[in-house]
């Protein structure tokens, strides 16, 4: 039935339905590893965080016991193909940087790292015995898809999980404020898990008011991305740390890391300006939009 709760059916249901379809989505996606493990990896930790971030909502009701229980399960499967897609991810950045920078032929600093990546990145696929870990991961969510059918859904309510939202939505607004203050990578990603937590869940509520709310979700999930492409360049620059690694010089390396910090830097000013349009209501005033839709629907 899709991501997305429907209209005049128990709110409680619905999160249960759209828990079952992303743990059955995630498990097939891990049936197929093989066939190409970079887009299972990718699909794979799209299920994991739209599952998390419905999990965020039944917290202010639900056993929260329980609930860590089946995040910690969810969080771990997707965990165990960290090091196969941050390899990949250092090979995006790197195009990424060519494709925004780079007019005519590509540096051979340029090349050469490429090449390098490429390989890291191969050695990983081909040395880690991913049969043993892609059948863990699939238990793992089966395990946590056998949890939720044990709670008490209809305890859920639309002012619970309206409730969970405004919780992410504050979260959100103070780890903005942080990571203006500090200009620090990591708070920038704190943000990014917010931000992307809250298009997920703005997604599921979209059936309300679905001209507002799917417009308001894209445009929260785009903050998502600028955060998250953000998150990568950081990364990238850490992992390419003084070039030694990667046979690059002094001035090879400094030439790439000014690019990508040039980048990090024009991501921050676009995620402060969507960041505005995003939060600029009180969470009270969105809680009480968000209510009045309900009570309009009734």
Not at 24 to 41: K, S, W
Request: aromatic share 8%.
């Amino acid at each position: 039935m899709g991501f997305v709760f429907t209209c005049g059916e128990p709110v409680g249901e619905e999160c249960r339905r759209v828990l079952r379809e992303e743990i059955a989505g995630a498990v097939a996606q891990l049936a197929h590893f093989h066939e190409n493990p970079d887009l299972a990896i990718h699909e794979t930790r799209k299920h994991n965080k739209r599952l998390r971030a419905t999990l965020q909502l039944t917290r202010p009701v639900l056993d929260s016991g329980e609930v860590g229980a089946a995040n910690r399960l969810i969080r771990d499967a997707a965990r165990i193909f960290s090091v196969a897609r941050d390899a990949l991810v250092l090979q995006q950045t790197l195009g990424m940087l060519v494709e925004r920078f780079v007019t005519e032929s590509i540096p051979s600093s340029m090349a050469k790292l490429e090449r390098a990546l490429q390989l890291r990145h191969d050695e990983i696929l081909n040395a880690v015995d991913f049969g043993d870990r892609v059948d863990g991961a699939s238990q793992d969510f089966v395990e946590a898809g056998l949890l939720l059918e044990q709670w008490d859904w209809s305890k859920m309510s639309y002012e619970i999980v309206f409730s969970a939202v405004m919780a992410n939505y504050r979260a959100g607004i103070s780890e903005m404020e942080t990571a203006r203050e500090t200009r620090d990578s990591e708070d920038f990603h704190d943000w990014r898990k917010r931000a992307k937590s809250l298009s997920y869940q703005l997604t599921l509520l979209a059936s309300l008011q679905p001209v507002w709310l799917e417009e308001y979700a894209l445009a929260t999930g785009e903050l998502g991305s600028f955060l998250g492409e953000h998150h990568d360049l950081a990364l990238f620059e850490e992992a390419i740390g003084d070039g030694t690694g990667f046979h690059l010089n002094a001035k090879e390396t400094a030439e790439i890391i000014d690019l990508a910090q040039t980048r990090r830097s024009e991501l921050e000013t676009l995620a402060f300006e969507r960041g505005r349009e995003i939060y600029h209501a009180t969470p009270d005033e969105m809680h009480c939009r968000l209510s009045e839709l309900v009570a309009a629907k009734d």
